[in-house]
Antibody, heavy 120, light 108 residues
Framework: QVQLRESGPGLVKPSETLSLTCSIS????????WSWIRQPAGKGLEWIGR???????HYNPSLKSRVTMSVDTSKNQFSLTLTSVTAADTAVYYC??????????????WGRGTLVLVSS | EIVLTQSPATLSLSPGERATLSCRAS??????LAWYQQKPGQAPRLLIY???TRVTGLPARFSGSGSGTDFTLTISSLEPEDSAIYYC??????????FGGGTKVEIK
């Protein structure tokens, strides 16, 4: 059974860097793209970006200047780095598998999410 | 960026009733639309992709329809466990991938 698990510090100070890791088990890590999606409390979903073991990445233009994603194939992990955080970055962060049918990409598997609070 | 507008914001219905959720795109997304269900404290769960293709194991009471700019998620006969927030998401023009603001379905 495929499982995704997010990990990282739950508290980050303003202006500092948020770093999260998603560990994947039970799946062929190299076959998929892996995305980060976040959700502020009581609000909707915001796609942050996605990465692949090939090095191919796509970022949300609204966050692109602050976001870096990478993959570690030796550990079956992919990571998110978000710099210069503010309170607006407080959210539950999800990692998700990005799969494709013949026509459409969709997020067919999600981690449970990890809450990140930006506060001094 | 494609904006998805969902309506209504909240739908309050009784078990057995039919729920009709709307998602309107700011431009043509053809059929490149998916629906997700999110229950409190849980991650979203994919229900439908390609506007109308149900994921394996999804109860038949869930169906999706539409193309272009207007899409509908229908729950034909509500069950108590269908209480959740439902999001649509487009994948025609991206990045960014965009989601609608969600429709909350409440079971009376």
């Amino acid at each position: 059974q495929v499982q995704l698990r997010e990990s990282g510090p739950g508290l980050v100070k303003p202006s500092e860097t948020l770093s999260l890791t998603c560990s994947i088990s039970g799946d062929s890590f190299n076959r998929h793209y892996w995305s980060w999606i976040r959700q502020p409390a009581g609000k909707g979903l915001e796609w942050i970006g996605r990465s692949h073991t090939s090095g191919d990445t796509h970022y949300n233009p609204s966050l692109k200047s602050r976001v870096t994603m990478s993959v570690d194939t030796s550990k079956n992990q992919f990571s998110l780095t978000l710099t210069s955080v503010t309170a607006a970055d407080t959210a539950v962060y999800y990692c998700a598998r990005d799969s494709q049918s013949a026509t459409i990409w969709y997020f067919d598997l999600w981690g449970r999410g990890t809450l990140v609070l930006v506060s001094s | 960026e494609i904006v998805l507008t969902q309506s209504p914001a909240t739908l309050s219905l009784s078990p057995g009733e039919r729920a009709t959720l709307s998602c309107r795109a700011s431009q043509n997304v053809y059929k490149l639309l998916a629906w997700y269900q999110q229950k409190p404290g849980q991650a979203p769960r994919l229900l439908i992709y390609d506007a109308s293709t149900r994921v394996t194991g999804l109860p038949a009471r869930f169906s999706g329809s539409g193309s272009g700019t207007d899409f509908t998620l229908t729950i034909s006969s509500l069950e108590p466990e269908d209480s959740a927030i439902y999001y649509c998401q487009q994948r025609h023009i991206w990045p960014p991938v965009t989601f609608g603001g969600g429709t909350k379905v409440e079971i009376k």
